[in-house]
T-cell receptor, first 113, second 117 residues
C-alpha cells in the first residue's frame, strides 16, 4: 500500500525556523519531492532527495532517511510569503502510471509577524 | 509554452451536465498527468499519458471520467453527468517523460476549479 503522513497545520513567526515532517510507507521508492503551494496557485517544486542526508537550497533544506521512511523540510529565516501548503510526494518505481508522484495531504504553514 | 496552461480556470456547472477541462503542457514534455485536489485532501492521481497513450486509467474515479491526448500535446479531461462530489480543483502536470532523470519534477498548471451545483 501507499501511505504518506504529514501534520495538517503548523504555525510559526517571522524569522524563526520550522521543520515540517513527512513519513511514508510505499511499495518501492525512487525519490521524495517537496512542493510549495500558495492558495489558489499551482504547486511549485522545492526539492528532491533520493539518497540519505541533507540537501540545502538557500533558506530551504530537505532531509531524507530511507531506512526510517522519513523526510523533513526545514525552512529558515521565515518570511510572511512562506505561508503556504507544503506537499510531500514520493516517486515509486516506474510502473503503469509512469513516474506519477504519490502525494501526502499537505501541511498548511501560517507565518505571523 | 512557458508553463502548463489549463482552461477554464473556473467552471460552475449544474449537476448532470458534462464538462471538458483542457491542459496544454510544456512544449516538449511527453508525460502528462491529471490530479484532483479536494478541500482537505491531498492530490489524487487520476491518469497519466506518455505521448498519446494512457497506460494506466485505474485512478479515474468512475466511468463518467475520461481523458484523451492528441498530437502528444493538449489533453482534455471529460466528466459526464457531473455530480456534486466531482467538485474539486483539477490539476494537470507535465514532465519530460520516461527517458528523463528520476529527479525531474512534475510541473503543474494553476488548475481548473470545478463547482457542481
Amino acid at each position: 500500500g501507499q501511505n504518506i503522513d504529514q501534520p495538517t497545520e503548523m504555525t510559526a513567526t517571522e524569522g524563526a525556523i520550522v521543520q515540517i515532517n513527512c513519513t511514508y510507507q510505499t511499495s518501492g521508492f525512487n525519490g521524495l519531492f517537496w512542493y510549495q503551494q500558495h492558495a489558489g496557485e499551482a504547486p511549485t517544486f522545492l526539492s528532491y532527495n533520493v539518497l540519505d542526508g541533507l540537501e540545502e537550497k538557500g533558506r530551504f533544506s530537505s532531509f531524507l532517511s530511507r531506512s526510517k521512511g522519513y523526510s523533513y523540510l526545514l525552512l529558515k529565516e521565515l518570511q510572511m510569503k512562506d505561508s503556504a501548503s507544503y506537499l510531500c510526494a514520493v516517486r515509486p518505481p516506474i510502473n503503469q502510471a509512469g513516474t506519477a508522484l504519490i502525494f501526502g495531504k499537505g501541511t498548511t504553514l501560517s507565518v505571523s509577524s | 509554452g512557458a508553463g502548463v496552461s489549463q482552461s477554464p480556470s473556473n467552471k460552475v456547472t449544474e449537476k448532470g451536465k458534462d464538462v471538458e477541462l483542457r491542459c496544454d503542457p510544456i512544449s516538449g514534455h511527453t508525460a502528462l498527468y491529471w490530479y484532483r485536489q479536494s478541500l482537505g485532501q491531498g492530490l489524487e492521481f487520476l491518469i497519466y499519458f506518455q505521448g498519446n497513450s494512457a497506460p494506466d486509467k485505474s485512478g479515474l474515479p468512475s466511468d463518467r471520467f475520461s481523458a484523451e491526448r492528441t498530437g502528444g500535446s493538449v489533453s482534455t479531461l471529460t466528466i459526464q453527468r457531473t455530480q456534486q462530489e466531482d467538485s474539486a480543483v483539477y490539476l494537470c502536470a507535465s514532465s519530460p517523460g520516461l527517458g528523463a532523470l528520476y529527479n525531474s519534477p512534475l510541473h503543474f498548471g494553476n488548475g481548473t476549479r470545478l463547482t457542481v451545483t
